[in-house]
């Protein structure tokens, strides 16, 4: 659509002129900010559901196995010879044994439950995830009677590197007086901070020798951990391992079957944001079409005089189609710039809030992350800004069209 500049000129002096004009001036700078606000809620909600499903998806992946190939009785037993030839499977880029079962945890009279891992000292190395994210201590002591635990949990329990705490596995031993729980003590050699609260609080890592003793289950595994190149894709690379694995009673479980419901959640919950955030456009949009049709009432001499001097219908149509398109125009321009600077800025934002009300509005025991993550998404910020765009022009066109069918005789009879 072309304005010329008498149009454009027009248009742009009633909107300033509005200023003075009470009640319509008020829905005008409604609608403004309302646009504004609602582009700005978008980004900056769409940035942080992206942040936390990418930290998430990352945290996952990188302490847990894109697959995972479990015996349909018992234990993975005689595993060596498998895991060599699924190492060799293009994809795959490692392949370690772990055990994993639940313990009870003792220290000090404190006791919780948790979750143990055995894993090779060479497998726990090899994940960024954690290697990188030590805090206390060093994987290099992660030995036989040597575990590793997470942040929140020495914090809880009051311990650090060099101390000792008691598991007790919920597999028995017998005795001469029955069957009894099996206890062990392990001394800590690592503590560390994946940023993940499940992770942190509730994990134990140990070596895997002494998780087949601990929890007795012998020269067998519970799982073989495998992962590749590209955890997206995974139906070709599935068919290859089960091939390499080379014979039945072995099934695999890959990162999405084990966390589906979660991350499907997460994206059924993001689509709804999404839906009802858009709302407060809508209401904006409708603020719109109310200050122009109020416009175009109080406007009905100018325009007749306008009509009387030459001006064609469509003329009219396009002044308040601009004058109302750039209520859109100003209003989404505001809310993408406050919307990607509190984006930007969340965290520190977020501490802020916190020091201020003495108050944690994005607890880590809810939300299972320490900081709260955002990552803006370009595709997201156009669509948003585009919808924005099109309700506040489609907002327009019943008052604009409303004004160039205005019977200038009738108009100037009124008056």
């Keep these: 659509m072309i304005f010329t500049p008498f149009e454009r000129m027009v248009a742009m002096r009633y909107l300033r002129a509005r200023r003075q004009e009470g009640f319509i001036s008020v829905i005008g700078w409604f609608s403004l900010i309302g646009i504004g606000l609602g582009v700005a809620t978008l980004i900056i909600v769409m940035s942080v ?13 990188g302490l847990n196995g894109h697959l995972n190939l479990y015996s349909n009785v018992g234990g993975v ?4 010879p498998m895991l060599e030839r699924i190492r060799k499977v293009p994809g795959v880029l490692d392949a370690s044994p772990t055990v994993e079962a639940q ?44 575990i590793a635990i997470g942040v929140r949990m020495a914090q809880r329990l009051d311990v650090h590197v060099g101390d000792s705490i008691t598991l007790l596995s919920p597999v028995s031993k017998t005795t001469i007086f029955g069957a009894a729980p099996r206890l062990r003590s392990y001394q800590i050699a690592a503590i560390f901070d994946v940023g993940m609260f499940e992770y942190d609080n509730n994990f134990v890592f140990m070596p895997l020798g002494a998780a087949q003793i601990f929890f007795r289950t012998g020269d067998g595994v519970s799982a073989l951990e495998m ?17 390499a694995v080379g014979g039945p009673g072995y099934h695999l479980m890959d990162w999405q079957q084990n966390n589906s419901s979660f991350f499907t959640a997460l994206q059924v919950e993001r689509n709804v944001m999404f839906l009802i955030l858009t709302m407060i456009i809508l209401v904006a949009a409708f603020n719109i079409i109310s200050s122009l ?4 009432k109080d406007k009905g001499r100018d325009i007749a ?4 001097m030459g001006a064609t219908r469509g003329m009219i149509m396009r002044i308040f189609f601009l004058n109302g398109a750039s209520i859109g125009i100003i209003g989404t321009f505001f809310g993408l710039l406050l919307g990607l600077f509190i984006a930007g800025h969340i965290e520190g934002l977020r501490q802020i809030v916190q020091k201020i009300t003495h108050t944690d509005p994005f607890s880590p025991e809810v939300y299972f992350l320490t900081r709260m993550p955002s990552v803006v ?39």
Excluded: C
């Design 77 to 80: 037993t005689e595993y060596e």
């Design 49 to 61: 559901m992206n942040g936390f499903r990418q930290e998430l998806f990352q945290r996952v992946l």
């Design 377 to 415: 998404d370009v595709g997201d910020v156009v669509r948003i800004v585009l919808m924005a765009l099109g309700l506040s022009f489609l907002a327009t066109l019943y008052p604009a069209w409303r004004a160039a069918k205005l019977d200038p005789v009738e108009a100037l009879r009124y008056e």
């Design 305 to 308: 005089i306008l009509r009387t």
């Design 293 to 296: 049709i109020m416009l175009v």
């Design 103 to 146: 313990a009870l945890l003792s220290k000090d009279g404190m006791a919780s439950g948790v979750f143990v891992r055995g894993v090779t000292p060479e497998a726990i190395r090899k994940r960024q995830t954690i290697a990188n994210h030590i805090v206390q201590g060093t994987l290099d002591n992660f030995t036989t009677d040597q």
């Design 227 to 243: 992962f590749v190149k590209d955890p997206q894709h995974l139906r070709e690379i599935r068919s290859d391992i089960v091939a």
